[in-house]
């Protein structure tokens, strides 16, 4: 069974440019959330779907960046314009059932550096 | 969430037991200890998790004491593989599915 697959490895840009990150997660897992660490600091929590209902959005860090999941299979996470402070790695991870109190698989990530 | 707290490094010879420790003194009835686990840059990777019994999987083992304020985490037969940053999450049944990651704990096992 194939895993969290992220893409791509890695994206390197310049401030005012936009990047879209993809994410694949497991099959048949409903719960897919993002993750991401700047540099220095801790592994935060961005958001998490259901499906494709954005169930908890609370860690989105401003407007410049979008997360989509059509259909409920794989996301997308959309930063526009880029800003230095986005440079990090971007974590997606996804679970399966309704109560998603399990674990969270997560994929390799996507390394982001915005020059 | 509760907050935990571990240290910040430990060292451990390769093949024998490491025992990870965590306190988590104002964690709540509902709430479960979860142990993750980063090796270099690769994904978070789940261990274990537990509420209040002892569990343990074909990875680890996980100990929680009566009053649930600390835990530990034990690797039977550490190998140079498990060396990595361990995590450990207390996290809310029926709040947000989340994972709220502190700094961790880095694990290295020495030959």
């Known amino acids: 069974e194939a895993g969290v697959t992220q893409f791509p490895s890695h994206s390197v840009i310049e401030k005012g440019q936009t990047v879209t990150l993809r994410c694949d997660p497991i099959?048949?897992?409903?719960?897919l959330y993002w993750y991401r660490r700047v540099m220095g600091k801790e592994i935060k929590f961005l958001l998490h779907?259901?499906?494709?209902?954005?169930?908890?959005e609370s860690g989105m860090p401003n407007n410049r960046f979008l997360a989509e999941r059509t259909g409920g299979t794989y996301s997308t996470l959309k930063v526009q314009p880029a800003e230095l402070e986005d440079s990090g790695v971007y974590f997606c991870?996804?679970?399966?059932?309704?109560?998603?109190?399990?674990?969270?698989?997560f994929g390799p990530g996507t390394r982001l550096t915005v020059l | 969430d509760a907050k935990t707290t571990q240290p910040t490094s430990m060292d451990c010879a390769e093949g024998r037991a490491a025992n990870l420790p965590c306190n988590h003194s104002?964690?709540?009835?509902?709430?479960?200890v979860y142990w993750y686990r980063q090796i270099h840059s690769q994904g978070p990777q789940y261990i274990i998790h537990g509420l209040k019994n002892n569990e343990t999987n074909e990875m680890a083992s996980l100990i929680i004491t009566e009053d649930r304020k600390s835990s530990t985490l034990i690797l039977p037969h550490a190998t140079l593989r498990d060396t990595a940053v361990y995590y450990c999450i207390v996290r809310f049944q029926g709040g947000s599915e989340k994972l709220v990651f502190g700094k961790g704990m880095k694990l290295t096992v020495n030959p």
């Open positions: 104002t964690i709540s009835g509902n709430e479960y």
């Open positions: 099959s048949g897992h409903d719960n």
């Open positions: 991870a996804s679970s399966q059932g309704d109560r998603a109190l399990g674990e969270q698989f």
């Open positions: 779907f259901v499906k494709e209902s954005k169930q908890d």
